[in-house]
Every structure is written in C-alpha cells, then in structure tokens.
C-alpha cells in the first residue's frame, strides 16, 4: 500500500496487475534513463506516458514529439496516451523521468498526445476554509474528454503547510498517488482510511476503493502527486463522494 521507489537508474514499478498491488488493477511505475531508449509496447493495455523530469523525444505511429521540464512544480505535463498494440519509442536526451500508467482495454482509440500548452490547472480550494486546503489542480484526461479509456491521469501541486483531497473523499475505485517534492528532504503525510503515513520524495501509496485519503504537506515544502484512477466495469470514476462528516465544509 505504502513504499518508497529507488532513484537508481532503471524501472521502479509501483503497482502490476499479477502481484504487486494488483488491486490497483493497473501498471504503473517510473523510469529514470539516461542517453537511452525506451519501446513501449502492449498487446491487450491501453498506455499513459508522462514526462516528470528532463528532455525526451517521443515517436508512435510514424509521428513524434519532443519536450523537456525542469520541474514538475513549474511546468505544464506533457503525455503521450495509445490504445492497445501501438508501438511507443521514448527517447531520453540525458538524464530524465517518465511514468508509465497502462491496464486492460480492448476499446480502439486514437492516439492522443497532451502537450504542456494544451492543458490548463485549476486553483482548488482557495475560496474556503480560510485556504488552508488549497492546491493546483491539473487534470490530463478522465471521464470527462477520454470516455474510451479506463483510466484517469492528473497531477496535484500542494502548497507547503496545507491540505489536498480535502474534504476527505472517497470512491469505489482504486487509486495510485506517486509523490515529488520541492526540496528532497521534503515530506507530508497520506492517510488512507484510519492509517497515517509518512511520505517523501519518490514515494506511492496504494489506495483500494472506498476509503477516504486526504494527504497533507509539511510547512516550507511544495509536494506534488500524480493520480492514477482505474475506471471499475460500468462504473466510471466521475465524481468524489464526501466523507459525510466532513461534507459540511462544502456546502
């Protein structure tokens, strides 16, 4: 449910749908390459591939695309997303970070490439509960423009001192969280249901559906989250459900 990943050049995978949190019912890990080349290629999955860190050159279907970001914090997300049987080549220009989100689909779509300019991050919570749980919000694809897929992608910046996914929430599917911070001795703290943990830089958690999950950012420290939702079978991620405690703060 919980782990730290290595930095160590390579694949660290967070979630498989064999062994490891395969209640996750998804793919998910990052790979952290340098002067390489990476092929990207599933039979039966659908692919996600988001740029973390660095400069890349990615090349499907006789197209391609080449971006960098310093930083996630600062700078827009750039994703690469393919049906089922594309071949994906990813090329790393030095060092760079790219994480990859796949699960089953047998639907046929089109290739859809987001590039940094394409998307837009909403403030969230500014306006109550005096800011203390405000936080950007960048949503890649979902329900909403990517009906064809069974996954959802976005990214969360946290401002030090607050909160996100707040009011606490919950839904019936499952859901990753992979976390960067500002600074590398940064930290925050996941709660998933009634268990608290402490999370650093490099780290995931693991959330099954039904429980709430509010996380929280140390003051002096931005924290970022990428969010990885699994759509369950007729029943699509579309909406968050308040902990009905806490709903007040909402209306």
Avoid at 28 to 35: A, I, M, P, R, S
Avoid at 96 to 103: C, R, S
Avoid at 192 to 221: E, F, M, R, W
Wanted: aromatic fraction near 14%.
């Amino acid at each position: 449910m919980y782990n730290r990943l290595s930095y160590d050049n390579g694949y660290a995978a967070i979630s498989d749908m064999e062994n490891l949190n395969s209640n996750m019912l998804m793919e998910t890990g990052v790979y952290t390459l340098e002067n390489e080349s990476l092929e990207l290629f599933d039979e039966d999955k659908e692919t996600a591939i988001l740029l973390l860190e660095g400069a890349i050159t990615i090349s499907w279907n006789e197209e391609s695309a080449s971006a960098s970001r310093s930083n996630v914090f600062d700078e827009m997300p750039f994703c690469l997303h393919v049906p089922k049987a594309v071949k994906v080549v990813v090329k790393f220009e030095g060092r760079a970070q790219v994480l990859v989100q796949k699960t089953d689909n047998d639907r046929d779509f089109e290739c859809k490439l987001y590039r940094q300019s394409d998307l837009k991050e909403e403030a969230a919570g500014a306006d109550f509960m005096e800011g203390t749980a405000k936080r950007l919000i960048r949503t890649i694809f979902d329900y909403s423009n990517a009906p064809y897929s069974n996954m959802v992608l976005g990214e969360v910046i946290a401002q030090q001192g607050r909160w996100s996914s707040y009011p606490p929430h919950y839904h019936d599917q499952p859901e990753v969280y992979y976390y960067k911070f500002d600074k590398p001795q940064g930290f925050g703290c996941a709660m998933i249901g009634d268990n608290a943990y402490k999370v650093y830089d490099h780290s995931y958690i693991a959330i099954p559906g039904g429980l709430t999950h509010p996380q929280s950012t140390a003051p002096g420290y931005r924290m970022y989250f990428c969010w990885m939702i699994r759509h369950l079978k007729d029943n699509p991620w579309n909406k968050r459900i308040f902990e009905p405690d806490h709903e007040w703060l909402v209306k």
